[in-house]
């Protein structure tokens, strides 16, 4: 019973470590326990076996049975006849292959062709460059792999492409060594590069080490990027400044936000600055230029021009940034390039503004010249009342004198 626990411990070891068995190709990692299994064996003792051994750690076939002791510590047969290597190591490499007859006399063989391998860790950019000269050769950094087996393989990559070496612009020198005890493999590799005039100005590289066994994804250093100067070590220019507008043609709404691009890839960055309507903006050097909430007085014609510390300015081509009126059955200002219709626009807003202020003062003078109309005629009405209470009490006392001289 504790035998047959012990197998199904090993059983379970195994499936941790990630060893493949049961097909006749068996692949291990450097180090770890294996465990083959020898079919048609019968599951508890006595059996009748026998493992035979061809590695590098035998001249000729080894053979194992049950009823012998352990190999030096290397191969044992465990109570159910499955055959257990504790640490699988480099020359443990080669066939298995394991006869065994069962309680009813029949015969069974099986055949295992073991590999092994050791993943190291990732590759190293060792002593690389910080800058590269256009239209010479440059040394741009030797790729080194440490303790892999298989050997395996190194690649560069240029902006995130395989870069192919093709004796010309890229050049590659290759060295592999083996370590003579551990017997793992160590990978160098040695990158030149020839940058082509009015190339790429900052170029980025980076290196992987790909193992041929077991198929897995690559393992990459970290990308490292260049300056490429000029011959005479001057910067590499510009080839073309490039000013884009978002969104698209300039022409917005009133309180829209406008997006100026200006693209100068150039080495050293140069410094961006702005131009409206032929002027200069008071704005801190940048290659964004941002228009919040938009309006009239944002209009106008923009470009940026691009300043290297060895190089004159370059000015971009010219946009034009124009206010769309909402609300009617087209745009009543034009793209870019309609300046003069937005101007016209402008003047038709005005001029009506004018005329609906003049509707409003002549109507306010209207309604104040009736209220002096009626404040003037109040005072004659009021005259003519005291006029009339003053004749009616100079006609009261006459009545009273008559009726007081009466008979």
Request: with cysteine; aromatic share 4%; charged share 20%.
């Amino acid at each position: 019973m504790a035998a047959g626990a012990a197998a199904g411990a090993w059983v379970l070891v195994l499936s941790l470590w990630g060893a493949v068995v049961g097909s006749q190709n068996i692949t291990a990692r450097i180090g770890k326990p294996l465990v083959l299994n020898c079919k048609g064996a019968p599951k508890k003792p006595p059996q009748q076996l026998e493992w035979k051994l061809n590695t590098g750690r035998t001249e000729a076939w080894k053979v194992l049975s049950p009823q012998g002791g352990p190999w030096d510590s290397v191969a044992r047969i465990l109570p159910n006849g499955s055959l257990l290597l504790p640490a699988v190591g480099i020359q443990d490499e080669g066939t298995f292959r394991c006869r065994a007859t069962s309680r009813n006399g029949k015969e069974t063989k099986s055949n295992y062709q073991v590999r092994v391998y050791q993943i190291p860790g990732k590759p190293e950019i060792v002593d690389p460059a910080s800058e590269l000269t256009a239209g010479v050769p440059n040394k741009v950094g030797t790729c080194v792999s440490e303790g892999s087996y298989p050997a395996g393989t190194l690649s560069w990559h240029l902006d995130g492409k395989p870069l192919i070496p093709d004796g010309k612009g890229a050049s590659v020198k290759e060295e592999t060594r083996r370590h003579p005890e551990t017997g793992l493999f160590t990978l160098q590799s040695e990158l030149m590069v020839t940058p082509a005039r009015g190339g790429a100005p900052r170029p980025t590289f980076s290196c992987s080490f790909s193992p041929s066994l077991p198929r897995r994804r690559a393992l990459h250093t970290a990308p490292f990027q260049l300056t490429v100067w000029g011959e005479g070590r001057e910067p590499v220019p510009l080839k073309e400044v490039q000013l884009m507008v978002e969104p698209e043609g300039g022409a917005v709404a009133p309180g829209s936000t406008v997006t100026l691009t200006c693209e100068a890839p150039a080495q050293p960055p140069p410094q961006i600055h702005w131009i409206k309507d032929g002027t200069p903006l008071p704005l801190p050097p940048s290659p964004v230029l941002l228009l919040p909430d938009v309006g009239p007085q944002d209009q106008g014609t923009y470009s940026c021009v691009a300043t290297h510390p060895s190089h004159g300015p370059q000015e971009s081509r010219a946009v034009s940034i124009s206010i769309i009126e909402t609300g009617e059955e087209g745009p009543t200002a034009g793209s870019v390039g309609g300046s003069g219709l937005g101007t016209l626009a402008l003047a038709l807003g005005i001029l009506g503004g004018l005329g609906t202020a003049a509707l409003l003062i002549g109507a306010i003078m209207w309604r104040r010249r009736q209220q002096r109309g009626k404040e003037r005629k109040v005072p004659e009405h009021q005259e003519e009342e005291e006029e009339r209470a003053e004749l009616n009490q100079s006609e009261e006392p006459e009545a009273a004198e008559s009726s007081a001289g009466g008979p």
